[in-house]
């Protein structure tokens, strides 16, 4: 089949080494309204050619939008008003509600799939884009049941065949679990070099004192502000609820530390710990990668 | 010479690969009153032999405290009630003005210097340590004109044979930056933690939707509270500074998600980024290594 990419950037660009490698497609097509964006993709040999956005529609059996979540429901309109009845949409946004409720009642919403495939690094654009970003990891698909048994079935193979284990959930349900789980890092990530910015004003002190502990808790503040902007307008009424919760426990932090109170930080830094035996949890693991 | 390890986690335990690999020392003691920490870093081959605290301080020629810094302090007044002329002792902890501030007066302050080897991961207990740890890495000497120059060379010279590059800074100067460059970072990995924690009463679900962008703001949530809670403690003041910074950036990230005000997201986000710029600064990493 023909596959369009529309964003050329991390995730597109990954998607493009990964769908040819797996020999999906026989061709793949890139769009990018960035002029830059698109020669270096095309010079890094991610896709075999650029073209525009109606010329390559014309062509495609499967398109990709991988652009920032405000642009991608615009562009997905355009898309789904323009296409060949078996061609498949998706998209690959980190919030699904809005999308969804902007197609609803578009004819050919079930040529449509809605997806979030959970990779990515804190690096962007198509020199960001390296093969095996998808190997392992889940891909969560909304509202399955809007989309056509023949468009779901296409973008299952695809992400299949790139090594993802797949899950459904409700678009809603989705923004709201992305709110805490990701989301949230982002932004403690985003204030956490703010802060440290603000304080220390000599820079070589911050780059010296910075062990990898900082680095790792501070890495997504080196995120796209065009990617992550849009997602948190998109999901600003759970990520509101996320924030009050993390405020309301840092503010509980602090008055333990400001009272001394050692006892009760052990048993908060305990409570915490917790995380570990989910994240290390093997059971889940082997479940995960099945 | 002979070296008395007093704590055999992970950075006692890694001190102690490491000064063996390098061939520092003839004999490594060890020392931890958990007696199974003591066994394990024995079966590893950590160190030579375990011993109890006074015999082990009759023998060394150099004394390394590993202990959480709370009990440090205690230890090390101990220590230079006890050692011979010529021995010499460092901490290696995460704060430093308290435990200066306790040996002050002591007759034998020359004989002790206050280290932070900047080196760590989320992991703790012997069986954590491992070889390489402290490579091109930075060391924070503490006070050093308090300390007898031959204790200064001893220390040095154990630091840089391991691969550490050497720095010197006041006991103060050096809680307030840690406050903001290490310690808040564990502050707001564990309340991200707790914060996640709370609302996923799922837990199949936070496994499954943390990406890599989760694990990495959440690792140092799986810190020890045992090394933590003392450090928050002796901190206190710094922290809870630092503390206030943060959670007021917090607050204006959701006034601004609130008020959907994408234009002025994107700015936060730009501002932030720009710890990338410091994090990979080329100029200052070839300055670390030297």
Redesign the interface.
Known sequence: MIVTIIGLGLIGGSLAIDIRKQEIAMKIIGVDKDYKNAETALSLDLVDEISNLNEALAEADFIIIAIPV?QARVVLNQVLDNINTNTVVMDVGSTKEGICKSTEIHKNRRNFVATHP?????NYGPSAAFSGLFKD??C?ICDPEKSGDFAIAKTEFLYRTIGMKI?YMKSKEHDL??A???H?????????????????NN????????????????????????M???I??QN?EH??Q??????K???Y??KL??M?D?VK????????????R??E?ED?MIE?IK
Chains 1, 2 share one sequence.
Not at 265 to 276: F, G, L, S, T, V
């Open positions: 405000d959970i990779a990515g690094t804190e990891k889940l969560i899950i679990h992305a805490y789980v990701s949230l890092s982002h932004i403690s990530s985003f204030t956490l070099g703010m802060t440290v910015l603000e304080i220390e820079e070589k002190t911050i780059f010296e004192l910075a062990g990898s502990g900082f680095e790792s808790t501070v890495r997504l503040a080196k995120s796209s502000p065009d992550w902007a849009p948190f307008e600003s990520l509101s996320a924030l009050d919760s993390y405020i426990n840092l503010k932090f602090k530390i400001d001394k050692t930080i052990h048993a908060a830094i305990k409570q915490a710990n917790d995380i570990r989910i994240l949890n889940l995960k």
